[in-house]
């Protein structure tokens, strides 16, 4: 027979070549259970092979070498084989014992264990030298039975004699259930293991990010120190006249409004004041005469309404104005700080929504943009769906394309007050399956630096959504996140409030996690599907 090609190794502990393996569970797919063709155990669901690095060395050091197969008495049992029971004179390896017989078979003698119907059901396991430890030693009978009180394996007869009232089950019971645990246990390690290893990539990630960042950060330091002072002076001019603008226009209808109060104080003192000599006046008859003569009060400003916003007036615009290094010549051939200059609202505006009928008045119609996508994620249903494919969705080459991750961007901006709704379909307990995310337009695209990534920089906000639970990441700060898991999730954005906050969305709205702070640019919906057939789709609310 050929050599092992691509060794690999079941969780059972037996050796395949990596395509046969996969070939036999293949056919097995439709079943739901996956068996080892040797010892025929079952596993559900599909396990995770390893490459079996000792007998990979052993099979290339066989080939530089030219070695060939062992001689022809490699089937005889060497000191540490299991021999024969059957075999007579030089006896043969065993290649099964049989917990029934409590006997070991070389391949030749095992013939009637697989063809005969009377020997079938009995039950074969690699080689053991300890068959004799299955015999109860009180009464010499196989012992089927296991004693969960003095948690022992027993014989029928130990059942119903010294165990008699103790806790016992068949030993195929037991093992059933400990299989169970072990499987249990093993899941919690695989889960593990795979935690860990993503935490090690990001870590291997950060270096390169760090050195590709560094030496980066050293160009472009010069360029910007460079353009900067006289572009700032050319801009400073306008930003000032702007505010101050702003600001008289601000203060103008904080004076009317003043105006209009301490009216209202002086016309309320004066009424009171009548008021008052009325009701001291001692003749009966003429506080009788007089009363109906009172003039009516006008009509109130509503004073008691009005809420005064926190004083941070035009710290917006101080922000606006720090992030112009990082994109000073597009920010000030534009009007960005203008805007925000022109956003201030001296005045509270609307309270947040509470019901999702109040959200629903800021839903945002949002379309995935295709120059942006990663190449194996499909846009679908009008560009609003994305799915995550095993095959090269072949897109041209663009700059504002994701190369490293795989996520995309919408094609609208986000300002102001927006809402909008993304259903997810993803496996249960999948590692990193689907992010929900806002970003800065100016998010890196090219190559797989953590400044790409939605969950590891200070220019996105993003919620992991696994199936069973959440967790929210901010610049590779994780936090965990409690809540009912719904398929749809609710994003709504107040820009210039500084407020985002996601919701888990079922037959109620329940606040899974909101973020307080400063926005200084436009930004843009996003979505990271990283596991094979899962799904996000902004979902249509109008």
């Known amino acids: 027979e050929d050599l092992l090609k691509d060794p690999v190794t079941t969780v059972c502990g037996h050796s395949y070549c990596k395509s046969c393996i996969n070939t036999h569970w293949d056919d097995e797919e439709e079943r739901g259970s996956y068996s080892c063709p040797q010892c025929r155990q079952t596993f559900t669901p599909r396990p995770v092979l390893w490459k079996n690095t000792t007998l990979a060395a052993l099979l290339e050091e066989l080939k530089k070498t030219g070695l060939q ?27 099964k014992s ?26 074969l396991v690699d080689p053991s030298e300890k068959l004799q430890e299955n015999i109860c030693s009180h009464h010499d009978k196989v012992m089927k039975m296991f004693c969960r009180t003095d948690q022992q394996c027993i014989c029928y007869l130990c059942s119903v004699e010294e165990h008699k009232d103790h806790d016992t089950v068949s030993a195929a019971a037991e093992r059933t259930e400990r299989q169970r645990e072990l499987r249990l246990r093993r899941q919690t390690i695989q889960q593990r293991v795979q935690d860990t290893e993503y935490d090690l ?15 980066e950060a050293v160009e472009d330091s010069e360029e910007i120190f460079t353009v900067m002072i006289p572009l700032l002076e050319e801009r400073s001019s306008d930003v000032e006249q702007q505010i101050r603008s702003q600001q008289e226009t601000e203060l103008s209808r904080v004076r009317e409004l003043q ?5 209202e104080i002086t016309e309320l003192k004066r009424k009171d004041h009548e008021l008052k000599q009325l009701s001291d006046t001692e003749d009966h008859n003429q506080l009788l005469h007089n009363y109906p003569s009172l003039s009516p009060l006008s009509g109130s400003t509503h004073s008691s309404s009005i809420r005064i916003r926190p004083l941070r007036d035009f710290e917006d615009v101080t922000a606006a104005v720090s992030q112009v290094r990082g994109r000073l010549q597009d920010i000030l051939s534009e009007t960005e700080i203008l805007q925000v200059v022109s956003q201030v609202d001296v005045l509270l505006r609307e309270p947040e929504p509470e019901t999702r009928a109040d959200f629903l008045k800021y839903s945002s119609e949002i379309t995935l943009d295709p120059n942006t996508a990663y190449r ?46 993304v259903e997810v379909e993803v496996e249960p307990g999948v590692i990193g399956a689907v992010h929900i995310a806002v970003t800065y337009k100016n998010i890196r695209r090219a190559g797989r630096s953590l400044q790409c990534q939605f969950v590891s920089n200070d220019k996105s906000w993003s919620l992991y959504c696994g199936g069973d639970s959440y967790c929210f990441y901010y610049n590779r700060i994780k936090t965990p996140v409690s809540g009912p898991v719904s398929s749809r999730v609710g994003v709504y954005l107040d820009h210039s409030a500084g407020v985002l906050s996601f919701y888990s969305v079922s037959d109620t709205m329940t606040l899974l996690h909101r973020v307080q702070t400063t926005f200084t640019q436009p930004l843009y919906a996003g979505v990271s599907v990283y596991w094979i057939g899962s799904t996000a789709e902004f979902c249509k609310l109008k």
């Open 69 to 95: 197969a062992a001689p022809a008495d490699h089937c005889y049992a060497g000191p540490e084989d299991v021999a024969c029971d059957v075999c007579t004179g030089r006896k043969r390896k065993s290649i």
């Open 98 to 123: 049989c917990l029934n017989c409590l006997a070991s078979y070389c391949e030749k003698h095992l013939q009637p264990h697989l063809q005969s119907a009377a020997l079938k059901n009995h039950k």
């Open 201 to 215: 990539t990001l870590l291997q990630q950060e270096e390169e990010a760090v050195n590709g960042s560094a030496d």
């Open 259 to 263: 105006e209009r109060l301490e009216q």
């Open 376 to 421: 194996y994620l499909l846009l679908s249903e009008g560009n609003r769906k994305v799915t995550c494919m095993r095959e090269d969705q072949s897109y041209s080459a663009h700059p504002d394309r994701f190369t490293g991750w795989r996520q995309v961007l919408s094609r609208e901006s986000l300002t102001g007050r927006c809402y909008w709704e």
